[in-house]
Structure formats: C-alpha cells, structure tokens
C-alpha cells in the first residue's frame, strides 16, 4: 500500500529530481501509512501555480516544496525562514548560523540532552532540515570525527528554487525586509525605505529583521530617513561584495539610539568602515542592552568603547576584525557574564592597556584567538564551561605553555577542541620536553603549531597512542635526530608540516608509518636522503617539498601509493628537477617514480645543488 502511494506521488512530481528528493526528505521522517495517506491527499489537494511560476514542472517542484515548509515542526520553520537573509549561492557558516538562531531565540532549551550545549540543538536542527533536503549541507573534514562522534556541518546553502520558496514564504510571514544596495536590478532605494507599512489604512506592519546586502564602492547611504523609523528593528544583517568600502559607524550610532530592542548585529564580508585613521565603534553600543550577537567580521573598526562592558546579555562576541589593522580593547570584557562564544582578533592582532581578563565569563563555551602575551592565560581555570579553546597562541614563555597544559589535563574532558600556537619556547630542557611529550598526547588537542627551539622529540611512548592530534607543524628548530621515528607513531596524524626542522643528512619514513597522513610539506630540510619504506604512508594524497637543496632523488616508495594525486617541487636544484622531467619525450631517471601522479607542479626559481 505505502509503495503504491509512494509511487504515485513521485509520479506527480513530474520526474524533476528535486521534486522526488525533497518528497523523499519529508516522506522519510514518518514511516506511517497514516503520514503518507495524509501527504498524498494535501499533495493532490495542493493549489496549482505552474501557470504563473515558470510553467507547469516549476510548479510541481514549487507543490512538493511548499508542503515540505507546511510539514516543518515550528521551530524549524523559523530556522528555515532564516537562511532567506543571506544572498544568493552564499556558503553560510554553520557555526555562525547556529549563534545566530539562538541569539534569535529559535534554538529551544528544552530540547537539551545531558552534557549537551545549544549548539549541539541547533547543530540537530540543521541535520532535520538536511535530512528532509530542504537544505544542502557540507560536512566538516574527516578529523572532526576524531574528538567527537560524528563530524558535524561545516557550511549549508539554498537550492535556487528551495531559496524562492524560503523568500516567498518569509515575504507571506513578513519575516525580515532584504535590502539590495548598489545591485543592478535594485528595485528600492533605501533612502526611500519605510519601515512601518500602513495596511488597509489602519494597522501598521513593523519590519522586525533587516538584511543590507551592499554591493558598491564607496557605498553610503542614509539607513533611515526618520530615525523612529528604526525602533522596531530586532535585527540587522549586513552582507558586502568584494569592492564594498562602507562607513558604518553613522548607521550603528543611530541604531544604538534608536533601536533599543536590537538583539542581533552582524557584518559578513569583506572590510566595511572608515579604512583611514582611528574608528571607534560608537559608545552609543553599550545602550543595546538586550543584544544577543554582535559580530564585527571584517570590519575596519580600531577601536572598541569601554561601554561594550554594558552588554551582559550579549551571547556571541566576534572580533575578528580586518587582519590588516590592530583594533583597541578595553579591559571590560570580563563583565559581559552572558559571553558563550568569544572570537578574538586573528593572529593577536590588537592591543591592550593591560592584559584583559576573562575571568568572569563562567557561561564561556568557545574562546578563539587568546595570546598569552594579553590575556592572563590563569583566567583559563575559572571558565568552567569552556569546551572549545582554538588558535591559542602561547609566546616565548614555558611558564605560560604550562599553565595551558595543566588546564587541559584538568578540563575533566570537557574539553573538545583545542589548538596551540608556540613561538620561541625553549623545550631543550627536560621540564621543556616532558611538556612537549604531554602535548603531543593531548587527547583534545588537534592542531600544534611550533616555532622555537626542540634539542630533541621525545622518544615514542603508549601515551602518544592516545593523540588526537591531525595537524602538526614543526618549524625553525634544528633537530639532529630523525623526527619521522616518533611522528610517524602519531595515530590520527592528517597534515605535517617540517620546515627548518631538521639537519641530520638521512630521513627514514618506515613500514606502517603515518597511517592516515594525507599532506606532508618538507621545506629547507638539510636531508641527502630521504628514504620511504613499503607501506609507509599509505593514506597520502599531497606532497610538496620546498629549498631542500641537499636532496638527491625522491625515494623509489613513492610509485607505490596510489592516493598520492598532487605533487609540488618548488625552488629545488636543477639536477633534482631534471630527474623528474619529460623532456622532448625523454623521461627523466625518476619520472617512473612519479608518473601515476594526476597533478605535477614545478614552480619558483632553481637553486644551486650544495650536496
């Protein structure tokens, strides 16, 4: 029976792939004959548009997708509205969506199961959607799935025709008004726009959520032509093409004095404000009580106001400002109690009077870009929910490396996710190795950078099989001893990095080595050989090798793994070059080693053999 329903309901979509998918999504969540009899009747039953959208076919896709949205459960139908604010073909950040539905409120804390977090919620609430293929989804790289159970979404996107059904319906709901600025078949100026619309003369409809999408140099523009306009604003999204240099801060003042209900403020794209001398994001912020999200990706702001320190409600705290100017934080931060997400500026791009406190953020979830060169990495120990502590970048001080260390040993495993910069550290000594053996160990650590002086690794232990550690990269420290013997025993390693790393004359990759390496780069490496046992790496899908210029040939193993599909020679000796040419149609001595590589790249200047 249930087949013969299914059957012809898919006959009805008309054979359009999409129709039959996004049927099969919804179909799928209920495996009752009593869900299917009642689909199959709202689908007979569903009013025809294919005369007025794009032709019949359009209109089967836009039946099946429209009771798609009608069988949504309501919070989802709220977080499907959603994804119409961001412009079209746009890859929406999942993490970042995730923040943003709960400074919405769409995100439920009811549905919260033990030892979970609203994101892990929000991140179930993209999977139903998924699964009912109203929406695509990519997933987080495969080492995702090392330090938690499964890999989780990276990015999602809207279907063209999933989109127009998501911007119909929101229209119909008077969900948000888009804004396109600068574009071509901009239809609206919005100096011109009213934010209350009078209907059948009497009510008034009021625009809760307001999505900017700019698209012009130089653009500036007047938000609001009266500024009561801006008092039923809730949110306000802002989203900019490659050539967008747009000043903000006027429009953020008069929302900061205007718009007392904002709960989310938030640029995507590329550098928006004042690109010349000091910017000062405007103190009128810290009137914006209720705000939830305040995400300055970016943005050309250099300066924060002390009054940001109001925002004790504000959940989601993005700093990542333009990485080519260092942006001023006051030491306020540590008031903003409601903090869950912090993102700090990239590559410690800011500066501090004193060191900022984090102290206070107990609710704190994920802390991004701490240097411990300004921030006290001691306030790590009175964050007690933290679960995510990325791009940690500790400077030339063991006394600060092992603080971090002894907060990661004791984090109980709450820990889920952490990576560790260190520059200029000296780990010559034996409390400077035992540190490094305890890192390289780390069961939550994923990503180690170092850049500083090793006299040796440690010796391979049972403690490194317990590593989740995917990406390693080791550089500037002159290691006499063969590092691949303890590297190689890294159980999940995905990405090795070697540069500077080692003046010794041999190099051995050994049997069963590297099991799941995929990329390697050597560069500057003092190596004459390098020698790669029969299956060793057996995984490796990229090689490049870099001003080795002592290296005589690449090692025979190479011809022997068929993953490896992209191969990069850069600055290298001449001779080591011509060994791997076809010239004229002669094959070089080495090209049989190589010849199974799809993609071979030789690029920069040759260097002078000094073997």
């Avoid at 943003?100 to 919620?121: C, K, N, P, Y």
Wanted: charged fraction near 25%.
């Amino acid at each position: 029976m249930m087949e013969k329903l299914g059957m012809e309901m898919v006959e009805q979509c008309g054979g359009l792939p999409l129709a039959i998918v996004v049927l099969g999504g919804f179909l799928g969540t209920n495996l009752t004959l009593s869900h299917w009899q009642k689909v199959q009747q709202n689908f007979s039953s569903y009013p025809k548009r294919g005369e007025y959208i794009g032709g019949e076919q359009d209109g089967k896709v836009l039946d099946v997708l429209a009771l798609s949205y009608q069988d949504l459960p309501y919070q989802l139908k709220a977080c499907f509205l959603y994804l119409g604010n961001y412009p079209e073909d746009f890859d929406i950040d999942a993490e970042r969506l995730y923040q943003l539905w709960m400074a919405e409120g769409f995100i439920s804390q009811e549905e919260r199961g033990e030892d979970e977090t609203m994101m892990h919620v929000a991140e179930r609430y993209l999977g139903e959607l998924a699964q009912r293929c109203m929406v695509q989804v990519e997933l987080q790289p495969e080492e995702y799935s090392i330090i938690r159970e499964s890999r989780g979404f990276r990015c999602c996107r809207l279907h063209e025709l999933m989109r127009d059904l998501c911007l119909s319906k929101a229209k119909e709901e008077n969900f948000h008004q888009v804004i396109e600025y600068g574009h071509i078949n901009q239809q609206e100026h919005p100096s011109s726009l009213s934010m209350v619309t009078s209907i059948g003369g009497n009510t008034y409809r009021k625009i809760h959520r307001l999505v900017i999408n700019l698209d012009k140099k130089n653009s500036s523009f007047r938000l609001f032509e009266q500024e009561e306009r801006a008092q039923h604003i809730r949110t306000i999204l802002f989203f900019t093409g490659d050539d967008c240099d747009y000043s903000s801060g006027e429009q953020l003042t008069c929302l900061s004095k205007e718009s007392k209900f904002l709960r989310v403020i938030n640029f995507d794209g590329n550098t928006i404000g004042n690109t010349e001398g000091t910017k000062e994001l405007p103190r009128e912020i810290g009137n914006l009580i209720l705000l939830r999200y305040l995400g300055l990706n970016m943005t050309a702001f250099t300066k924060l106001p002390s009054s940001i320190g109001n925002l004790r409600h504000l959940q989601t705290l993005d700093l990542r400002t333009s990485y080519h100017r260092k942006i001023s934080i006051p030491n306020v931060l540590w008031k903003m109690e409601g903090l869950v997400h912090l993102y700090l500026p990239l590559f410690g791009r800011f500066c501090t009077k004193v060191k900022l406190r984090v102290d206070g953020l107990r609710n704190l979830e994920t802390l991004q870009n701490l240097d411990s060169d300004k921030v006290n990495v001691r306030d790590l120990f009175k964050l007690p929910n933290l679960r995510r502590l990325e791009n940690l970048c500790v400077r030339g001080k063991l006394k600060d490396l092992t603080m971090v260390n002894n907060f990661i040993l004791n984090s109980n495993h709450r820990l889920q996710h952490t990576s560790i910069t260190i520059e200029n550290c000296d780990f010559c000594s034996e409390d400077g190795l035992s540190l490094l053996r305890q890192l390289l160990g780390c069961v939550c650590l994923v990503r180690l950078r170092i850049d500083g002086f090793i006299g040796k690794l440690p010796q391979y232990e049972h403690q490194l099989l317990c590593s989740s550690l995917t990406f390693l990269l080791l550089q500037n420290y002159k290691l006499k001893e063969d590092p691949m013997a303890t590297l190689e025993k890294l159980p999940n390693l995905r990405i090795l990095f070697l540069g500077s790393a080692f003046v010794g004359k041999e190099m051995v990759s050994s049997t069963h080595g590297f099991p799941h390496l995929k990329r390697l780069n050597l560069w500057y490496l003092e190596i004459e050989e390098w020698r790669v046992d029969h299956g060793a790496m057996p995984k490796l899908s990229s090689l490049q090798i870099a001003f080795c210029k002592k290296l005589q040939m690449l090692p025979n193993a190479l011809r022997f793994i068929p993953t490896l599909h992209e191969l990069q020679i850069s600055c290298m000796p001449k001779a080591f070059n011509d060994r791997l040419r076809v010239v004229d149609g002669q094959e070089g001595e080495d090209f049989h080693k190589i010849s199974h590589i799809l993609s071979i790249r030789f690029e920069g200047k040759t260097i002078p053999f000094s073997g």
